[in-house]
Structure formats: C-alpha cells, structure tokens
C-alpha cells in the first residue's frame, strides 16, 4: 500500500504562483511513477503532470506546458508541483498518483493504483 498526502492548495490570484506537494508513505521502494491530475467542477478529471521515479522524464498536458514544473525529493518521497502563471482555468481539485506498475504512458488515470484526497486550487480573475 501506498499513502500520499497533497499539500499546498489554495487562493490565488490570476498571475500568481502556487506549489503543491504530495508526500508518499508505504511501499513506495516500488513506485514507478508519480502524477498530478485534476477535476474542475462540473468536469473529468484530466492529466497535468508525471514524472517516472527511475528516469526523471517529465511529462505535461499542453495546457499546463512552460507553466507548471513537476520535480521530486527522493529523501522525502516528495513530489511537488509547482504552478506559476495561473489562470482561472486552472481552477479544480488537484490528485495526486502513485503507480506501482510499468506502463508506457503515464498520461491517463489506468496507470495509476493509487490516489490522494486531492487538494484544491482556486485561481480568482
């Protein structure tokens, strides 16, 4: 089992920065990727970002590129997100992932077994 905690969500102004964290606890020696997704009211929940545990590569939505940064602190089995330029779509509940399982994409919600409580983020014009 793996937990994970999101932190750092809140109200922010249009421009503004926000960064969130998730912290994993449990067996996460076998995680092989971390992510970020979230659902705006009214809205499925969509992919933001991931980021495999083995290789570092980085993957983002179009939506979100040049804007958010997803990085990791392997001591603290910390994964951040850091959210710059925010606009009020970018309003939701923000997830994050964990899988324990190789997949080749980690863009869609299947590849992942394991989720937080989500943490929410409000972007206000």
């Known amino acids: 089992q793996v937990q994970l905690v999101e932190s750092g969500g809140g109200l922010v102004q249009a421009g503004g920065s926000l960064r969130l964290s998730c912290a994993a606890s449990?067996?996460?020696?076998?995680?092989?990727?971390m992510g970020w997704f979230r659902q705006a009211p009214g809205k499925g929940r969509e992919f933001v970002a991931a980021?495999?545990?083995?290789?570092?590569?980085?993957y983002y939505a179009d939506s979100v590129k040049g804007r958010f940064t997803i990085s990791r602190d392997n001591a603290k089995i910390t994964v951040y997100l850091s959210m710059n330029s925010l606009k009020p779509e970018d309003t939701a509940v923000y997830y994050c992932?964990?899988?324990?399982?190789?997949?080749?994409?980690?863009?869609?919600?299947?590849?992942?077994?394991?989720w937080g409580q989500g943490t929410q983020v409000t972007v206000s014009s």
């Open positions: 992932a964990a899988s324990v399982l190789y997949y080749s994409n980690y863009d869609v919600q299947s590849s992942y077994n394991y």
């Open positions: 449990g067996r996460t020696f076998s995680n092989y990727a």
């Open positions: 980021i495999r545990w083995r290789t570092w590569n980085t």
